[in-house]
């Protein structure tokens, strides 16, 4: 259903693919990585979390430009850290930060 594109004589070199080419491609290529996570329950469907999670910083630093402090960056990863942690074990991330400043920065762990 994909066929490949047609062979002109003119044009020397690798003929090019379409996108959906390349995708097949790429999924016959690397299909143990692809398929992994069938076989092992642990490993995640795609790393979009991880790629969620620099994005934010990547977003913040592109709209100041850059933190002011190395202090400052480090204190805006930690409260993100925090953030993300409560929002992987299910907890609202206001009810975690309410609850960080009342003394019970340990409600994320529970």
């Not at 402090?69 to 480090?74: K, R, T, Y």
Request: glycine residues 6%; hydrophobic residues 35%; aromatic residues 8%.
């Amino acid at each position: 259903e994909n066929p490949l594109p047609e062979v002109t004589t003119k044009k020397r070199g690798r003929k090019k693919k379409t996108k959906v080419l390349n995708l097949i491609d790429r999924l016959v290529n690397y299909k143990a990585s692809v398929c992994l996570f069938i076989k092992n329950l642990c490993v995640p469907f795609d790393n979009n979390l991880a790629e969620r999670d620099l994005r934010m910083i990547k977003v913040k630093t592109k709209v100041s430009g850059c933190f002011r402090s190395e202090e400052g960056a480090q204190e805006y990863l930690t409260i993100m850290s925090y953030i993300g942690t409560a929002h992987k074990h299910g907890i609202n991330a206001f009810t975690a930060i309410r609850e960080a400043l009342l003394g019970n920065s340990d409600i994320i762990f529970n």
